[in-house]
C-alpha cells in the first residue's frame, strides 16, 4: 500500500514543478485584485460650452412709403417741353402772402406756384435752377416780376423747392409743358405802368393816356407796392398792346405788356 502513495506523491510534487512561473503570476494578480475593495473613480464628462453670443443680425429698416407724383409731375414726366425760356427769377411774399392773385385765388407764399408777364394764365412749367439742377413742376398762377431783368417770380415754396429761396434771385431755366391757351395766338392783353409811390402821380399819368388813347380802357388801381396804370387797348388787342408798351416812355415807372387771360 505504501509504495503505491509515494509514486502518487512524487507525482504530483512533479506536476507542480512542471506548472509554468507565468500561471503563478497571473493567479497571484488576481488574488491581489479580488482581496481589494478599492473602487475605480467614475469619468464623468464636462458639460458642453455655452454657445457663444453672437449679436443678431442687423435688420433693414422698412421701406417707407415712396411719395407719389402729382398729376402735374406725372404729365411731365411723360411728355417734352413746347417751349423753353432762361432768364432770372426772384421770389415774392409779403405783402402779397394772403392776397387775391390775377387768377382770382388767394395767394399762398408757402405753395409751388409761378408769376409770369405773359405766359397764358394756368401754364404748366417746369422750373430749373440753372446753377444746381434742382427742380420743381408748378403752375402759372399770378402775373410779374415787374422788375427790369426779370422773367419769374416764385412763391417762397417754390423757391425753396429749386433752391433760390436764400440767393433771392438767380438764373433759371423754364419749361412749358402745357397751357390752357396758345402761347402766341390771341388771348387779351394790356400794358401796365408803375408802380408809383404817390398815388397823384399814377392819377396824373391816367389823365394823360386817356386823351392820348381814347378808344383804350385807362384805369387806375393800387397794388400792394404802390399804385399802377393800366391800358386795356380795344379788344384786348396783342399786337396793339405791344405797340403802347414799345412806345410808351413813361417819366415814372416802366411800361410792362401783360397778358390778362
Request: glycine share 10%.
Amino acid at each position: 500500500m505504501m509504495s503505491g502513495t509515494f509514486p502518487l506523491c512524487g507525482e504530483s510534487i512533479a506536476s507542480v514543478r512542471r506548472i509554468p512561473c507565468a500561471l503563478i503570476f497571473g493567479a497571484a494578480l488576481f488574488l491581489a485584485a479580488g482581496c481589494s475593495h478599492k473602487e475605480e473613480a467614475v469619468y464623468t464628462p464636462p458639460p458642453p460650452a455655452a454657445p457663444a453670443e453672437t449679436s443678431p443680425a442687423p435688420v433693414a429698416p422698412a421701406p417707407g412709403p415712396v411719395p407719389s407724383l402729382s398729376e402735374d409731375e406725372q404729365f411731365v414726366d411723360r411728355h417734352q417741353p413746347i417751349s423753353s425760356e432762361t432768364g432770372i427769377a426772384s421770389w415774392y411774399g409779403p405783402p402779397y402772402h394772403k392776397r387775391v392773385g390775377a387768377n382770382g385765388t388767394v395767394y399762398d407764399e408757402n405753395g409751388v406756384s409761378a408769376a409770369h408777364r405773359t405766359l397764358p394764365m394756368g401754364s404748366l412749367i417746369r422750373v430749373t435752377n440753372v446753377k444746381t439742377g434742382q427742380s420743381a413742376v408748378m403752375r402759372v398762377t399770378d402775373r410779374g416780376p415787374f422788375v427790369a431783368g426779370r422773367v419769374l417770380d416764385l412763391s417762397i415754396g417754390a423757391a425753396k423747392a429749386v433752391g433760390l429761396w436764400r440767393a433771392g434771385t438767380g438764373a433759371v431755366r423754364i419749361d412749358v409743358f402745357s397751357t390752357p391757351k396758345p402761347i402766341d395766338e390771341g388771348g387779351r392783353w394790356c400794358v401796365q405802368i408803375g408802380a408809383f409811390v404817390h398815388q397823384g402821380s399814377a392819377l396824373q399819368l391816367q389823365s394823360e393816356l386817356r386823351r392820348q388813347y381814347r378808344t383804350a380802357n385807362v384805369i387806375e388801381f393800387a397794388g400792394p407796392t404802390g399804385y399802377w396804370v393800366r391800358i386795356r387797348p380795344e379788344n384786348d388787342d396783342r399786337s396793339i398792346a405791344v405797340a403802347i408798351a414799345h412806345n410808351l416812355q413813361p417819366a415814372e415807372g416802366e411800361a410792362w405788356l401783360v397778358r390778362l387771360d
